[in-house]
Structure formats: C-alpha cells, structure tokens
T-cell receptor, first 112, second 111 residues
Framework: ETGVTQSPTHLIKTRGQQVTLRCSSQ?????VSWYQQALGQGPQFIFQ???????GRGNFPPRFSGLQFPNYSSELNVNALELDDSALYLC???????????FGPGTRLTVL | EDQVTQSPEALRLQEGESSSLNCSYT??????LFWYRQDPGKGPEFLFT???AGEEKEKERLKATLTKKESFLHITAPKPEDSATYLC????????????FGKGTSLLVTP
C-alpha cells in the first residue's frame, strides 16, 4: 500500500511569486488536509478537502487556495508569496473526515 | 478557543530511563486526541488516537492515556531510536475536522 506522497521535496521562490504544491493521498482515502509548519512549531491547519469540496478552513488568507481531483489527489496554491510563507507544508489523507490523518513527507518552501 | 499545551518543551533521558510527556487541552466537545512522532525534516508519523477519558493504548515502549483535561505519553525504557519530537493534537466539535496541534516535546535519548 502506497502512503501519502508530496512533490516537490524542496522549493525556493522569491517574494510575490506563486507556487503550487501537490499531494497524492493514500489508496482508499477520500479526504485530504493541508497544514503549514513553521520551524519549532506544531502544524497549523490550512484547509481540508472531502470528495472534491472544501470542508473547513483555518485562519489563512484567500491567497492560499486548493483543489481536490476525482482521484482524491490535491493541490495547494499560494499566490503573492511573502517571506513568512517559508515553512514545511504537510499534506495528510484520511479514510474520511473524522478518521486518523496520515501525513506525507512534506514540501519545504523557502521564500527569499 | 481551543488550546493545546505540551510539556516539557524538551526532555533529555538516558537510555532505559522511563518518563512521561504531557498534553493538556481546553476544547469544546472533544472528538479525538492524537499522538504523532516527527523526525527532523519529515512528516508526522501517526501513533495513537484516544476518544474518551480513561482510554489507554500501547505500542512497544509507548503508552498513551487520556483524562478529561490532559493526555500522557509514557515512555518505558527508551532507546536512542525513540529520539524525536512528539506532537499532540485534538479534533474538537467547534473546529470541524481540523487537527489542532501543540508545539511538541523534543525528546533526546542518549546511550
């Protein structure tokens, strides 16, 4: 059984640019959640997608947006990058909305 | 507002020296409390879910317990490979299905 995968592993962008991060959920999982983890902090919830619909959003501005596809993979898009967006971005998938969430390895984003 | 506080922030143990990590929480309508292990630069690895006060779960040298206000992660006779950051998260009724994480406890086990 393949676990959660994320791409790319690392990314360097400059302030004002846009970025797209990708996530493939674990087989059989229909729910994907995205988190941002700054250095030395716990992950912060960005949003969750269930069966291609947004199913909850954390305290992040609208320039953070997402998509979920029919195969339940997902994308996180961030527009107008700011220096504070530098972090580890984690994707987690689950069987459904209230089941255990299994995390991918993350994408390390650096904004210069 | 939901709050999750983990203590201590950092813990150094000798191999074989048992100890406990604490996670205290203030939420409305707890759905579940989750423990994860995170190695540097990697994604969190799921350990346990606890749903109600009095529940306990074990896995190898780890045992998680839950009361109405806090959870403990007991580590018995730890080994150096148990060194990692341990994260606690709650899922509560007023915040949907999001996981609300604490800042974690960084554990170092020395030989």
């Amino acid at each position: 059984e393949t676990g959660v995968t994320q791409s790319p592993t690392h990314l360097i962008k400059t302030r004002g640019q846009q970025v797209t991060l990708r996530c493939s959920s674990q087989s059989g999982h229909n729910t994907v959640s995205w988190y941002q983890q700054a250095l030395g902090q716990g992950p912060q919830f960005i949003f969750q997608y269930y069966r291609e619909e947004e199913n909850g959003r954390g305290n992040f501005p609208p320039r953070f947006s997402g998509l979920q596809f029919p195969n339940y993979s997902s994308e996180l898009n961030v527009n107008a990058l700011e220096l504070d967006d530098s972090a580890l971005y984690l994707c987690a998938s689950s069987l459904s909305t209230d089941n255990e969430q299994f995390f991918g390895p993350g994408t390390r984003l650096t904004v210069l | 507002e939901d709050q999750v506080t983990q203590s201590p922030e950092a813990l150094r143990l000798q191999e074989g020296e048992s100890s406990s990590l604490n996670c205290s929480y203030t939420v409305s309508g707890l759905r579940g409390l989750f423990w994860y292990r995170q190695d540097p630069g990697k994604g969190p690895e799921f350990l346990f879910t606890l749903y109600s006060a009095g529940e306990e779960k074990e896995k190898e040298r780890l045992k998680a317990t839950l009361t109405k206000k806090e959870s403990f992660l007991h580590i018995t006779a730890p080994k150096p490979e148990d060194s990692a950051t341990y994260l606690c998260a709650v899922q509560a009724g007023d915040s949907g299905y999001a996981l609300n994480f604490g800042k974690g406890t960084s554990l170092l086990v020395t030989p």
